[in-house]
Each structure stands twice: as structure tokens, then as C-alpha cells.
């Protein structure tokens, strides 16, 4: 099923594929501001003979047309950074921009895409359909894979699929199980209404402190009192901010949060809870209470049949022991708005390495990964396109 020749040019590319890596870790930007990357990314299409149309205002779709007609499989790889300073003030390749950081391994995932790219299109002549190539815009603020819909990087499109690198698991293993891999992240926030007024005469006032921090306390109970305990879900308070002085009463105060699980109904219930339990401890104190709920990415549930083609693909082109049951995480990604065009399936590459300081946790200053990782990433973007168009 796989190809022995794609697995060999990999190899052969492998040098490449580190440097691509360090150029654009040293070179990170943000969600939206991934000029420089957009540039980059074009210029070696270019050079490939890869056809290609830039995203609006960032961001790359390009195609590769195969020999052969067929059926089209999109690959994606997000490019932008995130505004943490970079720890790893030792390695050459550190950070040139303060404050931003490429924390998460988006430039490994830019790099294996463009040379997967690079491989298929040395053996397009025997490729019997497309591959899009998705270099994807803005995932950290949940936003790119919406605008890449709605610009139509995947019309047309049959299957769809991603990578992520992942510090919590060995080199040298891959993980695409069926069902969920990232939960659906939402964010909310509630805005409590009292009346302030002279930190000695609290009788003579409605404490906004006291209502804000009966709600954090209460708000836990949501999950742990009214969700099915076999449905997975976590309700985080992020961020409270009360009061203006150390002597006033706070008259306003305001609490952000986050939502993660799997299951649509149990989204909603939790939504619906949050206005509920705000509103009612807020009228406990006489306080008003107004909630503001943004969905943001839908949980990615990989399809089972495109997972099982990549497991297929991981055990032959890696080993049975290369095969690794991650379970899902309560992170989210917004490659799950692709689905809404075709199915598809998002595979997790392990990175953790102890000997290389390689096991951080994503979004921390001192993430990295095991570039030895990036080979089998690279691979398994092409060995997966290769097999669904051929198979």
C-alpha cells in the first residue's frame, strides 16, 4: 500500500527538512501576521512547479495535479506562532522576535508538509488524482480553518488530512485512533452587575467579590453534579477581575472561562448552566448577572475509516510498534471545520524525547521537539495521500 520510493526520498530529504524546521522556528509569527512564513512557503512552491493561490490575508492552498485522474486528499500543516518568549535561549535556532515563539511546533508541521510536497511531486506522474496542500493560517485563535473553508481550500476535496506533533508521546510513535482526539473548545464570560460604594459600609452595598467568588466555587458543580460522569468534560475559570481599589466595594466583576468535552448535548447543557448558575447566585445577592458564550472549535472526531487507512499506513511504513493509542486530549484544534466539507482523520507524531529535553508541555517557553520525529511526520503525509489516492 505504501510506497518504498516516497520513504526512500524522505530519507534523502532529511537535512532539508531540519533546516526548513530552524529557518521558520527562528522566524515566528503570529496568527494572522505569518507574512514572512506565506512568502517562504511560496517561493518553494515555486520552485517545486507546485500551482498555488494565496489565502486572504495569509496562508497558502496549493495543489499538485496528478498523472492520472482520481480523487483529491487534502493535507494540512499550520504555520503561525505564539506570544510566549522563547526559554531555549541555547539553541541556535531560538526565537529572533521577542515574545514570540513558535511554542506549539506549527514550523515542524510547515516543514514536513513542504517536503511531502516536495516527494509527491517527484512522483506525480504515477499518482492517480490531486493533493491540496493546506498551509494553514491562525489555529492558535481558532480562526484559520474557517477562513481556509470559506476561501474553498477544500472544495472539491475527498478525504482531509493532519498532523500534529506531539511532546506527550515517545519518538517514534503515531496515534490516529477512530472517534474523538480533541474536544470542542468554547469560551465565556460573565459579567456580574452589584453596587459599590465604601469598603467600611458593605451593608450599605452589593459586594460584586462576594457574587464572583461564589460562582467560581458553585460553577465546578455544573460538570461534576449535572453531566453523565461517562461523558468527559472540564469548566475552567481562566481570569477574574474585581474591583478598582483596596477600600471600594466592587461594584462590577467580570470572570472568563473556557469549556472542553465531545458530546454536542453536552455542550449545550453546559451553556445553559452557566447562564442558570450565574444568574441565580448573582440574584442571591441582589446582583444582576449577564453571560456571553463564543463556540469555538468543534471537537475533531476522526472518521473511521480514514483512520483506519492511516493506522494501515503507520504499521507498514513504521512497524506495529510504531502504533500507539493516545487517548483524547481536552485541547482543541480547529482542523475539526474541515469535516464539515469531507471526512478525514488528524494524526498525532511523538516528539518526547528525555535525552533531548523534548518532553515540555505544549505553549511553554521551553517546548521543542525531536527533529528525528519530523521524518516520520513528513512521511506520513505523503505515504497517507499516496494510499488513499491509489488504493
Same mark, same amino acid.
Given at each position: 500500500?505504501?510506497?518504498?520510493?516516497?520513504?526512500?526520498?524522505?530519507?534523502?530529504?532529511?537535512?532539508?527538512?531540519?533546516?526548513?524546521?530552524?529557518?521558520?522556528? =527562528?522566524?515566528?509569527?503570529?496568527?494572522?501576521?505569518?507574512?514572512?512564513?506565506?512568502? !517562504?512557503?511560496?517561493?518553494?512552491?515555486?520552485?517545486?512547479?507546485?500551482?498555488?493561490?494565496?489565502?486572504?490575508?495569509?496562508?497558502?492552498?496549493?495543489?499538485?495535479?496528478?498523472?492520472?485522474?482520481?480523487?483529491?486528499?487534502?493535507?494540512?500543516?499550520?504555520?503561525?506562532?505564539?506570544? +510566549?518568549?522563547?526559554?531555549?535561549?541555547?539553541? =541556535?535556532?531560538?526565537?529572533?522576535?521577542?515574545?514570540?515563539?513558535?511554542?506549539?511546533?506549527?514550523?515542524?508541521?510547515? $516543514?514536513?508538509?513542504?517536503?511531502?510536497?516536495?516527494?509527491?511531486?517527484?512522483?506525480?506522474?504515477?499518482?492517480?488524482?490531486?493533493?491540496?496542500?493546506? !498551509?494553514?493560517?491562525?489555529?492558535?485563535?481558532?480562526?484559520?480553518?474557517?477562513? !481556509?473553508?470559506?476561501?474553498?481550500?477544500?472544495?472539491?476535496?475527498?478525504?482531509? !488530512?493532519?498532523?500534529?506533533?506531539?511532546?506527550?508521546?515517545?519518538?517514534?510513535?503515531?496515534?490516529?485512533?477512530?472517534?474523538?482526539?480533541?474536544?470542542?473548545?468554547?469560551?465565556?464570560?460573565?459579567?456580574?452587575?452589584?453596587?459599590?460604594?465604601?469598603?467600611?459600609?458593605?451593608?450599605?452595598?452589593?459586594?460584586?467579590?462576594?457574587?464572583?467568588?461564589?460562582?467560581?466555587?458553585?460553577?465546578?458543580? +455544573?460538570?461534576?453534579?449535572? +453531566?453523565?460522569?461517562?461523558?468527559?468534560?472540564?469548566?475552567?475559570?481562566?481570569?477574574?477581575?474585581?474591583?478598582?481599589?483596596?477600600?471600594?466595594?466592587?461594584?462590577?466583576?467580570?470572570?472568563?472561562?473556557?469549556?472542553?468535552?465531545?458530546?454536542?448535548?453536552?455542550?449545550?447543557?453546559?451553556?445553559?448552566?452557566?447562564?442558570?448558575?450565574?444568574?441565580?447566585?448573582?440574584?442571591?445577592?441582589?446582583?444582576?448577572?449577564?453571560?456571553?458564550?463564543?463556540?469555538?472549535?468543534?471537537?475533531?472526531?476522526?472518521?473511521?475509516?480514514? $483512520?483506519?487507512?492511516?493506522?494501515?499506513?503507520?504499521?507498514?511504513?513504521?512497524? =506495529?510498534?510504531?502504533?500507539?493509542?493516545?487517548?483524547?486530549?481536552?485541547?482543541?484544534?480547529?482542523?475539526?471545520?474541515?469535516?464539515?466539507?469531507?471526512?478525514?482523520?488528524?494524526?498525532?507524531?511523538?516528539?518526547?524525547?528525555?535525552?533531548?529535553?523534548?518532553?515540555? $508541555?505544549?505553549?511553554?517557553?521551553?517546548?521543542?521537539?525531536?527533529?528525528?520525529?519530523?521524518?516520520?511526520?513528513?512521511?506520513?503525509?505523503?505515504?497517507?495521500?499516496?494510499?488513499?489516492?491509489?488504493?
Amino acid at each position: 500500500m505504501i510506497s518504498q520510493t516516497i520513504k526512500q526520498s524522505i530519507l534523502q530529504y532529511s537535512d532539508e527538512l531540519t533546516a526548513i524546521r530552524r529557518k521558520l522556528h =527562528s522566524e515566528p509569527e503570529l496568527s494572522w501576521e505569518e507574512v514572512n512564513t506565506t512568502n !517562504f512557503v511560496c517561493e518553494y512552491l515555486d520552485q517545486l512547479g507546485i500551482t498555488y493561490r494565496r489565502a486572504t490575508p495569509t496562508g497558502v492552498i496549493a495543489t499538485i495535479k496528478g498523472g492520472m485522474p482520481g480523487k483529491t486528499v487534502a493535507l494540512r500543516g499550520d504555520m503561525d506562532a505564539l506570544s +510566549i518568549e522563547e526559554l531555549n535561549t541555547d539553541i =541556535s535556532y531560538a526565537s529572533k522576535h521577542p515574545g514570540k515563539m513558535h511554542a506549539c511546533g506549527h514550523d515542524s508541521h510547515t $516543514a514536513m508538509l513542504l517536503i511531502a510536497a516536495k516527494v509527491l511531486t517527484e512522483h506525480k506522474a504515477n499518482l492517480p488524482g490531486n493533493v491540496r496542500l493546506l !498551509f494553514q493560517p491562525a489555529e492558535e485563535v481558532a480562526e484559520g480553518a474557517k477562513a !481556509f473553508v470559506k476561501q474553498g481550500a477544500v472544495d472539491d476535496v475527498d478525504n482531509v !488530512f493532519g498532523i500534529h506533533i506531539w511532546s506527550q508521546m515517545p519518538t517514534g510513535k503515531v496515534s490516529c485512533t477512530p472517534g474523538p482526539s480533541f474536544a470542542s473548545a468554547d469560551l465565556f464570560k460573565v459579567t456580574f452587575k452589584g453596587k459599590g460604594g465604601h469598603g467600611a459600609l458593605p451593608h450599605a452595598c452589593i459586594d460584586t467579590a462576594i457574587v464572583a467568588s461564589s460562582f467560581v466555587m458553585n460553577a465546578q458543580s +455544573i460538570v461534576s453534579r449535572t +453531566i453523565d460522569t461517562q461523558q468527559p468534560a472540564v469548566l475552567t475559570i481562566g481570569k477574574m477581575v474585581v474591583g478598582t481599589r483596596f477600600n471600594v466595594i466592587a461594584e462590577n466583576a467580570e470572570i472568563e472561562g473556557t469549556v472542553r468535552c465531545f458530546d454536542q448535548q453536552v455542550r449545550d447543557h453546559i451553556e445553559t448552566q452557566l447562564e442558570h448558575y450565574a444568574k441565580q447566585v448573582a440574584a442571591i445577592y441582589g446582583a444582576t448577572a449577564t453571560l456571553e458564550y463564543t463556540r469555538g472549535t468543534q471537537a475533531v472526531i476522526n472518521e473511521e475509516e480514514s $483512520a483506519r487507512l492511516a493506522v494501515d499506513v503507520i504499521t507498514e511504513s513504521f512497524g =506495529s510498534s510504531a502504533v500507539y493509542q493516545e487517548k483524547p486530549t481536552m485541547g482543541g484544534e480547529d482542523f475539526s471545520d474541515y469535516f464539515a466539507k469531507a471526512p478525514g482523520c488528524f494524526a498525532l507524531v511523538g516528539s518526547g524525547n528525555p535525552e533531548k529535553d523534548t518532553e515540555w $508541555a505544549h505553549h511553554h517557553g521551553k517546548f521543542n521537539i525531536d527533529e528525528d520525529a519530523m521524518v516520520i511526520g513528513a512521511e506520513l503525509y505523503a505515504q497517507y495521500a499516496w494510499s488513499y489516492l491509489t488504493k
